[in-house]
């Protein structure tokens, strides 16, 4: 991985380009799918979202 400047960083996290790790799952069936909180390694914003059903 790349190490940006940490004003780099900040200025991509802000133009909405994160650096996501995921931090927590939740798996589920059917039509609700999954849940996952992923947390950006740069400014460390936790966001929910359903996860990608294969």
Same mark, same amino acid.
Not at 30 to 33: E, T
């Given at each position: 991985m790349l190490k940006l400047p $940490?004003?780099?960083g900040r $200025? $991509?996290?802000w133009l909405g380009f994160h650096d996501?790790?995921?931090i927590d799952r939740t798996f589920g069936f059917?039509?609700?799918?999954g849940v996952e909180?992923?947390?950006c390694q740069?400014?460390?914003v936790i966001?929910?979202?359903s996860?990608?059903?294969n």
């Open positions: $940490l004003i780099v $200025l $991509l996290c996501f790790r995921v059917g039509a609700g799918g909180k992923v947390e740069r400014c460390g966001i929910t979202r996860s990608p059903s």
